[in-house]
């Protein structure tokens, strides 16, 4: 299968190609299941194109530079919406069907009111959430982290009082192992 999401306000095209790993198709995390950036036993396509090899293509409004991750038939990323006032910013989490590229969930996180400014080459919405069998955790650095059951959409916890100057904005994507999940936060200010 391969899949192209379309980042409206961007206009940008992200190639997610999904390869069968073993039994179960899954890119729970940012670089995939081992941390390496591997898809083992994977044919991915020679070329590609709007009228080529493609599945599916669904719009996300929005930026984000976060990586789609998935398990279990679900494609989960995180995206930025400006606000129309244009000092609000909505930071959400959207979880994809990846058979059919239909939205299963649009997932407002954090509403913020003139956030700091970041580096033109970064979004608001870089890290890429990580995946466990219950959950999506969505990480904004700064801006706050929060867990969403992924089967309801519904919110399980936020957190947003890790509070560092960026300088540039959030890029570090969070790591679950365990019961725990990591961040990194290396602000200017502190770490």
Request: charged share 20%; net charge negative.
């Amino acid at each position: 299968m391969r899949h192209v999401l379309r980042l409206s306000v961007c206009t940008c095209l992200l190639l997610f190609s999904v390869c069968s790993t073993h039994a179960e198709d899954s890119w729970p995390a940012f670089r995939g299941p081992s941390g390496q950036g591997l898809a083992t036993d994977c044919q991915p396509p020679k070329q590609f194109g709007p009228q080529d090899k493609l599945d599916w293509k669904t719009a996300i409004s929005g930026q984000g530079w976060s990586s789609p991750v998935l398990l279990d038939g679900q494609l989960w990323m995180t995206t930025a919406i400006p606000g129309e006032a244009g000092n609000e910013l909505s930071l959400q989490a959207i979880g994809v069907d990846a058979e059919s590229g239909r939205i299963l969930h649009q997932i407002e996180l954090f509403s913020l009111t003139d956030p700091e400014e970041i580096h033109d080459d970064n979004s608001y919405a870089s890290p890429t959430p990580v995946l466990d069998q219950e959950r999506v955790y969505c990480h904004f650095g700064t801006f706050g982290t929060a867990a969403v059951n992924r089967q309801t959409g519904e919110i399980v916890w936020k957190e947003n009082s890790l509070q560092i100057d960026h300088q540039g904005g959030p890029g570090s994507s969070p790591v679950a192992t365990e019961d725990l999940l990591i961040l990194t936060l290396d602000g200017a200010d502190k770490q």
